[in-house]
């Protein structure tokens, strides 16, 4: 069994930062990919950020050299380093496992994710 419990989220100014955390429960998988999505308003679920169990990391474009997703395989945590925080970036920050490597399928596809987090509030004002 998988669980995931995400932290870290709140209400920041534009230009800001937030570090998000994921604890993760995933004993006996060797090899995975674990992401972090978003989730606004009447919008869908989209990927921001994937990272697999051997380090290659993928970012959605809107996010590049602003987000930093990293993670602790002994702490099983995964992390989210967010600065340089815009408007657009206010929603719902999901924490995902799925017990395949992200080299499998497209690392932002919300089907191939087995597990969720309950999901962090992240508010940006201008």
């Known amino acids: 069994e998988v669980q995931l419990v995400e932290s870290g989220g709140g209400s920041v100014q534009s230009g800001g930062s937030l570090r998000l955390s994921c604890a993760a429960t995933i004993d006996g998988f060797s090899r995975y990919c674990m992401a972090w999505f978003r989730q606004a308003p009447g919008k869908e679920r989209e990927g921001v950020a994937a990272i697999d169990t051997r380090g290659p990391t993928r970012y959605t474009d809107s996010v590049k050299g602003r987000f930093t997703i990293s993670q602790d395989i002994a702490k099983s945590t995964l992390y989210l380093q967010m600065n340089s925080l815009k408007p657009e970036d206010t929603a719902m920050y999901y924490c995902?496992?799925?017990?395949?490597?992200?080299?499998?399928?497209?690392?932002?596809?919300?089907?191939?994710?087995?597990?969720w987090g309950q999901g962090t509030q992240v508010t940006v004002s201008s």
């Open positions: 995902a496992f799925r017990d395949l490597s992200c080299i499998y399928y497209n690392e932002f596809d919300v089907k191939k994710y087995n597990y």
